[in-house]
């Protein structure tokens, strides 16, 4: 069995996310190849200094600008807004693999009553009318309805009638996101806008335990090195213990992973065999990795599983949106910092767009991290490239550097 260190499992994953040495991500071109990598990216509406997916894409593509990540979803359509972790954004060429989760939201739908006749008309009305929002579709009323695209919630309570009937079609898969105008989204017919031999192609899938194979094989993926534990980043999975083993094991057996153990932590660690060569690269030692400073998203795939990243990079991280303000420790939207081979702190930003201004609410150093002014300067080259990502013209700092 494969034993490598912390630092060497720290190493190999930066590497593989492309958050260390040279950028291997870059533009409009960067920014699909690394959500393809990745398999997902999470979306989230929330945007303090810019949303969660531009976010994940600005820290380690070259020239990023968030109207790449629109020109991918809604011109070029190579991307897609569906779920997956949560609700995600990942390629169109992958659309046949989740033939099921759509054939289990019809039938689903197929179980409220009245559901199909709204249907029908919403789809009649797309039809001659183009892209809808559900404020625009003219189906008054409610309806008892819950989508299967987020199994928690209350079934008693009835939704808008247009809004429910846009979500199922959307989750049926007989609908995209045409364009979204800050959070409100608006829906056309997927014949519209993808090929139809992704819309026509069968499953690549023979049954649901290849489905989830080859989700945990994304899922590795994105991550770089998981471990046997029940993880957040398998969230959306249908993962209990025992068939994360039985799927780790075949995956193994199959040689579409490999093994490995970390000194000083128990579970035993996977990534893909594609990536073998990294691995020995690492082992052998002796890359000379540029150093680059980089602010994190939240729910970016690097920090899915915050209990791993502490275990392997000796880092807390919360994401403290949801937490009350006087209970906060560091801030609202507070985002992790890289540097070179170790996370170096956490900043909390806020973008006023009105004004033009950055502003940084907030700055803390690790304990250990020697302030030096080759740190300082990286941190403002680093936020000079953040303000021009959230279309701003200068900064205003609120604490010291």
């Not at 709204?118 to 309805?145: C, H, Q, R, T």
């Not at 980043?233 to 995956?251: Q, S, V």
């Not at 000379?288 to 998203?297: G, N, T, V």
């Not at 806020?350 to 302030?371: C, N, S, T």
Request: glycine fraction near 8%.
């Amino acid at each position: 069995m494969l034993t490598i260190t912390k630092k060497q499992a720290a190493q190999f994953i930066l590497l593989r996310q492309g958050l260390i040495g040279d950028y291997r991500f870059n533009k409009k071109e960067g920014a699909y190849e690394y959500v393809c990598q990745a398999g997902c990216i999470q979306y989230d509406p929330v945007d303090v200094c810019g949303k969660n997916a531009q976010l994940t894409l600005q820290s380690r593509v070259k020239g990023f600008k968030k109207s790449m990540l629109d020109e991918l979803l809604y011109k070029d359509r190579l991307l897609v807004d569906y779920a997956d972790k949560e609700l995600s954004i990942w390629p169109v060429k992958d659309w046949p693999y989740f033939s099921s989760y759509r054939d289990r939201s019809r039938q689903l739908g197929e179980t409220f009553k009245g559901l199909d006749k709204l249907k029908d008309e919403a789809v009649g009305y797309i039809e001659k009318n183009g892209p809808v929002s559900s404020d625009m579709l003219p189906i008054k009323g409610e309806i008892f309805w819950h989508s299967s695209m987020h199994w928690s919630g209350n079934w008693q309570k009835p939704s808008p009638a247009a809004r429910s009937v846009l979500e199922q079609l959307y989750t049926d898969g007989d609908l995209v996101i045409h364009h979204k105008k800050g959070s409100r989204k608006y829906y056309d017919l997927s014949v519209r806008h993808l090929p139809k031999e992704i819309l026509d192609a069968k499953n690549p899938c023979k049954d649901e335990e290849s489905f989830i194979s080859w989700r945990v094989l994304r899922r590795i993926g994105a991550v770089g090195l998981l471990w046997d534990k029940n993880s957040p980043a398998f969230l959306g999975i249908d993962l209990k213990a025992d068939m994360r083993k039985k799927i780790l094991g075949k995956l193994t057996k199959e040689g579409r992973i490999c093994p490995v153990t970390v000194e000083g932590v128990k579970p035993l660690f996977y990534y893909l065999t594609e990536d073998d060569g990294l691995m020995k690269d690492v082992i052998k030692g002796g890359l000379k990795l540029k150093p680059r400073m980089s602010f994190i998203a939240p729910l970016d795939p690097l920090m899915w599983d915050k209990s791993l990243i502490l275990a392997l990079f000796d880092y807390s991280y919360a994401w403290e949106i949801y937490t009350p303000a006087a209970k906060r420790k560091y801030g609202y939207y507070t985002l992790p910092i890289i540097y070179g081979e170790r996370f170096v702190g956490r900043i909390d930003t806020v973008a006023d767009r009105k004004e033009g201004v950055l502003i940084v609410k907030g700055l803390w150093w690790g304990k250990d991290i020697r302030q030096t002014k080759r740190l300082k300067d990286e941190l403002n080259k680093t936020l000079k490239r953040f303000m021009i990502f959230n279309d701003c013209k200068s900064i205003k700092m609120l604490t010291d550097i």
